[in-house]
Nanobody, 129 residues
């Protein structure tokens, strides 16, 4: 069982930056595939980005088109933590952000919810205009 705890959400203004954290349990964190999803009010949960282990110290990442160039995923394996660094925030980024994990890395990073086994409780991000 992998437990995930997100933190770092809050209320910010348009154009601001914010970094979310997701602390994970487990001794093999460095090999976990870690993803971020979000769910805006009245909308389905959508993929934001993911980090996938490729062996050794190599990772690959992928991002939704809506956040590409503005959001970055990074990891601190010593702290079992993955981060979602968000910049140039827009009101449409307002959502509950969820961290997700799976023990199995993938050749092609999946973007569907069903591809991730473990989920955090979510953290609210609100971007005011």
């Amino acid at each position: 069982q992998v437990q995930l705890v997100e933190s770092g959400g809050g209320l910010v203004q348009t154009g601001a930056s914010l970094t979310l954290s997701c602390a994970a349990s487990g001794r093999s964190f460095r090999t976990y595939r870690m993803g971020w999803f979000r769910q805006a009010p009245g909308k389905e949960r959508e993929f934001v980005g993911a980090s996938n282990w490729r062996g050794g110290v190599a990772y690959t990442g992928t991002y939704a088109d809506s956040v590409k160039g503005r959001f970055t995923i990074s990891r601190n394996n010593a702290k079992n933590t993955v981060y979602l660094q968000m910049s140039s925030l827009k009101p449409e980024d307002t959502a509950v952000y969820y961290c997700a994990a799976d023990r199995l890395p993938a050749k092609i990073i999946p973007t569907t919810e069903s591809s991730y086994t473990y989920w955090g409780q979510g953290t609210q991000v609100t971007v005011s205009s």
